[in-house]
């Protein structure tokens, strides 16, 4: 239905900076939301930014300031901007759509393979 597809993960500094994007193909007219989540060793994934299909913006307390997700609809596209970068965002960054079927209702999520961050001291 919903494929997914990240980018730009990296190596970089503390205090430096990645601009993340995930590339939606498939059946995306049918995407109500994108989020950006992240997985560190041995922690569960939690929940970075969402962006609706109406444009309303939610952030994580730990990100607040730093990182900015933004949307190009043209080209499929959601991003994550992550500034002041921090040894404690190191993990694997996925991107994740849903799909919500109005006539059920159901919801489906669906999962990029992820896009390592690593932010050295």
């Known amino acids: 239905q919903v494929q997914l597809v990240e980018s730009g993960g990296g190596l970089v500094q503390a205090g430096g900076s990645l601009r993340l994007s995930c590339a939606a193909s498939?059946?995306?007219?049918?995407?109500?939301?994108m989020g950006w989540y992240r997985q560190a060793p041995g922690k569960e994934r939690e929940l970075v930014a969402t962006?609706?299909?109406?444009?309303?913006?939610n952030y994580a307390d730990f990100v607040k300031g730093r990182f900015t997700i933004s949307r190009d609809n043209a080209k499929n596209r959601v991003y994550l901007q992550m500034n002041s970068l921090k040894p404690e965002d190191t993990g694997v960054y996925y991107c994740?759509?849903?799909?919500?079927?109005?006539?059920?209702?159901?919801?489906?999520?669906?999962w990029g393979q992820g896009t390592q961050v690593t932010v050295s001291s």
């Open positions: 498939g059946r995306i007219f049918s995407i109500n939301a």
């Open positions: 994740k759509g849903r799909v919500v079927v109005t006539t059920t209702p159901v919801s489906y999520d669906y």
């Open positions: 962006i609706t299909r109406g444009g309303g913006i």
